[in-house]
Nanobody, 123 residues
Framework: DVQLVESGGGSVQAGGSLRLSCTVS????????MGWFRQAPGELREGIAT???????DYADSVKGRFTISKDNAKNTLYLQMNTLKPEDTAAYFCAAVASVVCYSMPPDEYTYRGQGTQVTVS
């Protein structure tokens, strides 16, 4: 079975940093688009970062220059380094995957698999 399990969320003051991790099992990265999206209460899901099989990355304008997506193939782990956090970054963060060679601006609803989410609160 495919499983994605996020960790690393928490509460942080504005300007601080957090690193989210997503441990993946049940498939390999080859041919998969991996990404992170977030959802705040009462808001639509927002895709924030993607990384394709070749390591090419893409970011939403709202996080560009502050967040970095990466993956460690040996550890089957996806990361999201979040720096210079702002109160508007407060949301539940989800890692996700879909079998696709196209990754650019992947809409959150297009992902086949996603984790249970981890909460990030910035005050």
């Amino acid at each position: 079975d495919v499983q994605l399990v996020e960790s690393g969320g928490g509460s942080v003051q504005a300007g601080g940093s957090l690193r989210l991790s997503c441990t993946v099992s049940g498939f390999t990265y080859s041919g998969y688009c991996m990404g992170w999206f977030r959802q705040a209460p009462g808001e639509l899901r927002e895709g924030i970062a993607t990384i394709d099989s070749n390591g090419a990355t893409d970011y939403a304008d709202s996080v560009k220059g502050r967040f970095t997506i990466s993956k460690d193939n040996a550890k089957n782990t996806l990361y999201l380094q979040m720096n210079t956090l702002k109160p508007e970054d407060t949301a539940a963060y989800f890692c996700a995957a879909v079998a696709s060679v196209v990754c650019y601006s992947m809409p959150p609803d297009e992902y086949t698999y996603r984790g249970q989410g981890t909460q990030v609160t910035v005050s």
